[in-house]
């Protein structure tokens, strides 16, 4: 992946599941089973939202770098 992102855990209703969220790109996300599955998601999902953002003419974040 590009851009920086966060990973969770949800429950709702009973059902628990694993969320990866972008940080930069507005609504990229993706969820599964397990953290790695939603990671993976996310990377597939992000792919699919740069080239629909550059189709669209929308405005795609510069990628931060952060330093160790």
């Not at 590009?2 to 694993?18: D, I």
């Not at 953290?35 to 003419?57: I, K, P, S, Y």
Request: proline share 3%; glycine share 6%; aromatic share 14%.
């Amino acid at each position: 992946m590009k851009y920086p992102f966060s990973v969770y855990l949800v429950e709702n209703r009973g059902h628990v599941f694993w969320v990866a969220q972008s940080n930069e790109l507005n609504s990229c996300c993706g969820q599964g089973d397990t953290a790695q599955e939603a990671v993976e998601e996310l990377d597939h999902n992000e792919e699919f939202w740069l080239e629909t953002a550059e189709e669209m003419g929308i405005n795609i974040p510069e990628i931060k770098y952060t330093h160790f």
